[in-house]
């Protein structure tokens, strides 16, 4: 053994997609790593332009993170400058691959070599690049088993779009039998966005190559799941990855993710929340990508009108325009962008309208808020089947044949949730024990992640 790397602590390099909803919850893992009792060197790498652009590094100073960058090819202004989301994907990839590569160099030469690469899967050569290099390798996926069971599917060639109207898929025994319109929208609406369902298949075309494979969930809430695909994948549930704060709560200074593309209104939010009874309040947000047509925006806010509760909803800059004249009303408030875990966190909040992304639903469960499903695109349709009907913990605000949901339908689901739905709130309460404890020291996430960094440890040692 070379006696200069006995002694020297593993290294871990994690690379997220470089947006918000990826890069969240792989920062907390990457928190929970640093914070771990068997200590861990963090490097977490951003594109060049939102390291410039966020204020991640200061955010994570007392998690002793490094942050570093690799280029996208869109150094000056991310994403938004390329003319396609192909033309992005094809030039992060061939300028992605040689700046990991410089680093991985740079990182070595300066004694600070990498013992092992976690990363995002929607970023699949990475992995080609950490095992060009001979290291072990990591697949964090940001979506639920249940999604990655159906798009694993559909790349091996087993659930071929399009379904049937009213078809009802058995995609794989670990999974309920799925409607067209309960599968990720790509299967549901054949042919939408090619593009991106191309690279959503291509987390799977080299990941057996993977060594371990982390999931942003937890064993109880899709044990069968997990069971089912552990015996073809090195899989790991390691989830919740929100603030330890909202959960276990024994990372003191681990509050909230620490890094945000947009401004929550903080303040705003919890001041104006203050002044309302317990579980009295509505809170409405469709993440950071949704956009609602004017139409669905419309019938949204006369429900809301007609509803008559107060009311929390998260209209971001470029959506203002859709609102109705002289709205909101008085019982409502309207911000362009919220401490979402800190609004659902409230007392005052008893319902969450939520397109049901994979982190929104993760937050929700596990802070025990009963939901009103809306699920506009990709997996949305797929978790919101799990909220309702399996998870038990919300409803699910059905579209018309014209795919809008209108006013009534969510005046019916919102009253019933807040004001009839008993099981549906035990059922809350119960899955947000359910993930604290997945994550506090013992659980099952805790285990794995601790499990994850003595093998660390232990290849470290051997070399």
């Not at 990182?107 to 070599?113: E, K, Q």
């Not at 019938?299 to 709205?327: G, T, Y």
């Not at 009303?329 to 939520?354: M, R, Y």
Request: net charge negative; proline share 6%; glycine share 6%.
């Amino acid at each position: 053994m070379d006696p200069n790397v006995e002694d020297r602590t593993p290294h871990c390099l994690l690379l997220p997609y470089p947006n918000q909803g990826h890069i969240n919850p792989i920062l907390q893992f990457a928190k929970r790593l640093s914070h771990t009792r068997r200590r861990i060197q963090i490097t977490f790498i951003l594109t060049k332009f939102l390291l410039k652009s966020t204020t991640a590094a200061a955010a994570a100073a007392e998690a002793d993170i490094s942050f570093r960058s690799i280029s996208d090819g869109f150094d000056d202004g991310g994403r938004a400058h390329a003319k396609s989301f192909e033309e992005y994907t094809d030039r992060f990839e061939l300028v992605g691959r040689e700046t990991l590569t410089e680093l991985l160099r740079e990182l070595s030469d300066s004694g600070r070599p990498v013992d092992c690469v976690v990363y995002d899967p929607f970023i699949p050569w990475v992995l080609d690049v950490a095992k060009g290099f001979g290291l072990p390798a990591a697949a964090f996926f940001t979506q639920s088993c249940a999604v990655n069971s159906v798009y694993h599917q559909v790349y091996c060639g087993r659930l071929r779009p399009p379904l049937r109207e009213n078809e009802v898929a058995v995609v794989a025994a670990e999974l309920p039998p799925l409607k067209a319109e309960e599968l990720p929208s790509f299967i549901e609406v054949h042919g939408s966005y090619p593009v991106v369902f191309e690279m959503i298949k291509s987390q799977f075309r080299n990941v057996e190559k993977a060594d371990w494979i982390f999931v942003n969930t937890f064993y109880k809430l899709e044990e069968k799941i997990i069971n089912s695909l552990s015996e073809f994948w090195p899989i790991k549930a390691i989830g919740p990855s929100i603030p330890s704060m909202c959960l276990d709560k024994r990372l003191q200074d681990d509050e909230d993710y620490g890094l945000s593309l947009f401004e929550p209104s903080l303040s705003v939010c919890l001041n104006w929340l203050d002044k309302h009874e317990s579980k009295s309040v509505i809170y409405i947000s469709f993440g950071s990508l949704v956009q609602l047509t004017i139409e669905q925006t419309q019938e949204l806010s006369q429900a809301l009108m007609i509803l008559d509760k107060p009311f929390i909803w998260i209209v971001r800059k470029s959506e203002e325009s859709k609102l109705p004249n002289n709205f909101p009303p008085e019982n409502g408030l309207i911000v362009s962008w919220g401490p979402q875990l800190k609004v659902l966190g409230h007392d005052a909040i008893g319902c969450f309208i939520t397109h049901c992304g994979w982190n929104s639903t993760l937050e929700a469960l596990s802070l025990g808020v009963p939901m009103v499903a809306m699920p506009q695109w990709t997996d949305q349709n797929t978790n919101a089947k799990f909220v309702t009907d399996i998870w038990k913990v919300g409803v699910w605000a059905k579209k018309d044949c014209k795919g809008i949901v209108k006013s009534n339908v969510i005046i019916d689901c919102v009253e019933h949730v807040m004001e009839d739905g008993e099981e549906i709130r035990k059922n809350a309460i119960m899955w947000k024990e359910f993930a604290r404890e997945a994550v506090d020291k013992g659980g099952s996430s805790d285990t794995n992640i601790e499990d994850f960094i003595i093998t660390l440890k232990e290849k470290n040692e051997a070399k």
